[in-house]
């Protein structure tokens, strides 16, 4: 046996590559100085010029045939079968990308994310437009070298989560609205709760200190992590030992910045739960976005949003912010954090709202890339579905169309995975308590271990070494998104708040 | 013509892998979480390799002979006849070092300076004295490659200072000691100035913000830098737009981090004053360490060890500490900040004492690459070498063999570009008043534009284009160091403020 060993060295070394790039990405939107954005580019174009390079050399299907040969009889839940699939699947995807594409994706989506940012904070979608056209064509022409296909997202879809199509995704999706229309309409039509206690002036490194309490009781481990600032909260992992998060900090909103940590920590502690094995492999990583998004959610909602998780941080939250909580208790937090109203910002939605928001975007990407609608109408349609998915219309782009920074990345087909994950996270829940029985005495007692030992041998520990389906299966015992646990959860959780 | 233009892609390229490793390497030294440092030795030592393998590729000399015809009716001064000059160079040394020697190192430099960073704060030698033991046989290995040598630290020097042998720098070095060690003797005889008040607490912030005010000043822009804290400041450059700079900070030595910021202020504004057009090749560095080294201690002392300097900027460092600077003046500081006295740390030493310590480790260095001296008997040999050249014995190894960054590193035949470019900011500074004029009204009016202006267009602009020997004809219009300029200046200086 030698083709596997080499396999092994040559991919540890393209994952160091990816690491790199990450840490490059990281730093563009956290430290980088502003003047730097053109190189920066550059270089991650470079990276990932390199990166495909390597992955598509002449050659490196024989090798990949050779050690797939080698390692035949191992089990087939085995670390080598399970890399052999994945990178078999991964060239099969690359060698049909030319390296003129990959270079000009990098570049161009590196290039966009600056122009995305300065068209967000002054609104000025114009300033974006011409930038999405092209990440928009260069989304076309990467999903055409996978014809034939029966929806142009598919191949889109499919790199986010595996096997994903459009087909799959809208019954799934129009199901899911069905009901979740009537629910919020019942919640709208109940008496609101006050949540302008939370609208006081929360000094941002109270807040910082809180939420870095909160990820260590979580069981984040702030010497193979950090939490850094940034425009657009989001996890960077460079190897199995550093998964940094960051947050967005604003004195009038301290649950937006716990919230956001939190559902950051969820996806950081899934990266660090990987079994360090799989380290320097392109296993270490989620099954999917899916699964890492089950795993935000989970933390972000049916931990960080539950009454048992205040009834254990309130204390603290109070005894850090004293003078804004003097007169809240437990309770009114509770109720504040869980108020359900149509609003503009995704990240910071209600969890009856928030699928709302990521339908509308999906709506708007098939529509984009099948060319039925052009970027120059682009704002409209937004802001005409914004109206039609959450009965409000955003009075400025910032708020509607440039709020997020997916497509400024070239990122098209991967908001659907947030749905996924929230449906995932309920039904992973639901596993969880059936096994471990009722988390509430746990929460209320600050101890995550349970829960956190449970989702680490269940599923973080695999990484990406099984195929989101037989992932499901392993964790869950079963091999379809049960959008019903999800419902059943908001039902339950929703109309004992509203009281209806 | 098209060798040249596919040869400027491929080192484009290269570059950016080289900017991607070096961000990796702030990072290490910046923000790093403690538990990330094998993976991040990993991820230098692949980058490492990746860089040697293209620069080294079949193909690659005959595509540079091809190029090279292409551009042999450019001028000699040209950029591209200047790029293949330093490109056949960089692929006669490369070419020598086979790609397992370049893991090797990488890989046990990232490591070895997670075991110094250690054993300096522990002052425990043991933890890092493997550590050396394996880089100076790696040093030697590589040296080997460059045999035949008159002295084993030739074919090091030379990487830093080109053309640079131990046969030229120990005369060099023999006769400044005989100069500087009667001047030292002159001054150790006189009376002492106060520079108590420079002890008291200084508030962190505070001279973070005044460093930063004086950077401004100087010309530094915070668009395409930053300053963050470390261990060892340092100056790290990702392209020709973002050129970053690291202090570090103690509340008794408020002028340690303003020398420290204004040192690397001085390396960073060398880079940023390099012409664009030669970023993303070799070319866009300093001409040399010793060139590098010249900028950088020029702005630290003959700028802001100056006493028009302090007329300038006292007001404003008062101002932000008033209460330890009650009762200082200007005189105060200029004299406190030029108090001459034998100290253990090289990079907090006066500008007379400064060379010997270079000198020590220079001869350390010899001894330790030649193999005279045992790793093992290093720290004694430390201690008796300090009490030689300047009268004093640290009381522990991290105030002695363990200070410095360098060899943890690997960087041998490094620090004698310091002393290098002591004497060479002397020489520049002497010419640029040549031409200029006095610079004293200038400076104490905050005016630096005039010497960056002579700076950059007589040095900066031209990056490495040319070798040491021509950038010097160029800047100053000789082609050797004369160390009499420095030694003139030190007489002049510190004879009117010990009065002798």
């Given at each position: 046996m030698n083709a596997f060993p080499a396999l092994l060295a040559e991919i540890a070394l393209i994952q160091d590559l990816r690491s790199a790039a990450a840490l490059l990405d990281w730093d563009h939107q956290t430290y980088m100085p502003r003047n730097a954005a053109e190189d920066r580019a550059s270089?991650?174009?470079?990276?990932?010029?390199?990166?495909?390079e390597r992955e598509t050399a002449p050659g490196y299907a024989k090798h990949l045939e050779a050690a797939e040969k080698e390692v035949a009889d191992f089990p087939p839940d085995s670390l080598e079968r399970c890399l052999?699939?994945?990178?078999?699947?991964?060239?099969?995807?690359?060698?049909?990308v030319p390296a003129s594409l990959v270079r000009e994706l990098a570049e161009t989506s590196a290039n966009a994310h600056h122009a995305w940012a300065e068209a967000r904070e002054t609104s000025d979608f114009s300033l974006f437009a011409p930038f999405l056209e092209r990440l928009l064509d260069l989304a076309r022409r990467y999903a055409a070298l996978f014809a034939p296909y029966r929806n142009i997202c598919d191949p889109l879809l499919d790199n986010y989560e595996e096997g994903l199509t459009a087909q799959h995704l809208d019954p799934l999706f129009s199901g899911l609205q069905e009901k979740l229309v009537p629910?919020?309409?019942?919640?709208?039509a109940s008496p609101q709760p006050d949540d302008s206690f939370l609208r006081e002036n929360f000094d941002p490194?109270?807040?910082?200190?809180?939420?870095a309490e909160v990820l260590a009781r979580m069981g984040y481990d702030f010497t193979r992590g950090r939490q850094d600032l940034s425009v657009h909260p989001f996890t960077a992992s460079f190897g199995l030992n550093d998964v940094r998060i960051t947050t967005r900090v604003q004195p009038d909103a301290p649950l937006s910045s716990l919230l956001s940590s939190v559902h950051e920590g969820g996806h950081a502690l899934y990266e660090l739960g990987i079994d360090k094995k799989l380290n320097r492999t392109p296993l270490a990583n989620g099954a999917s976005l899916g699964f890492h998004e089950s795993q935000s959610r989970l933390w972000e909602n049916l931990v960080a949003r539950s009454l048992p998780f205040w009834e254990c941080f309130f204390p603290r939250f109070r005894e850090i912010f004293p003078g804004p909580l003097a007169d809240a208790d437990t309770a009114a937090v509770y109720r504040a954090i869980n108020k359900v109203t149509p609003s503009l910002?995704?990240?910071?939605?209600?969890?009856?709202?928030?699928?709302?928001?990521?339908?509308?975007?999906?709506?708007?990407?098939?529509?984009?890339?099948?060319?039925?609608?052009?970027?120059?109408?682009?704002?409209?349609?937004w802001n005409r579905k914004s109206m039609e998915y959450l009965g409000i219309e955003p009075g400025k782009d910032s708020l509607g169309i440039l709020q997020d920074i997916h497509w400024s990345m070239g990122s098209f087909g991967y908001f659907p995975t947030y749905a996924l994950g929230t449906l995932l996270s309920a039904q992973i829940w639901q596993t969880a308590e059936k096994e471990l029985g009722p988390l509430d005495a746990d929460l209320r007692a600050g101890n995550f271990a349970p829960l956190l030992d449970f989702l680490r041998s269940r599923l973080h520990v695999h990484g990406a070494m099984f195929t989101p389906q037989e992932t499901l299966r392993r964790v869950c015992g079963v091999t379809e998104i049960d959008p019903a646990c999800f419902l059943g959860y908001l039902e339950k959780k929703y109309s004992a708040l509203y009281g209806f």
């Open positions: 270089q991650l174009a470079s990276l990932a010029s390199v990166i495909h052999v699939r994945v990178l078999k699947r991964n060239f099969e995807k690359e060698s049909r629910l919020l309409r019942k919640i709208a490194a109270g807040q910082l200190r809180f939420s910002i995704r990240t910071e939605a209600d969890e009856v709202t928030y699928n709302l928001h990521v339908m509308l975007r999906y709506e708007m990407e098939k529509e984009l890339l099948n060319g039925t609608l052009s970027v120059k109408d682009a704002p409209d349609a």
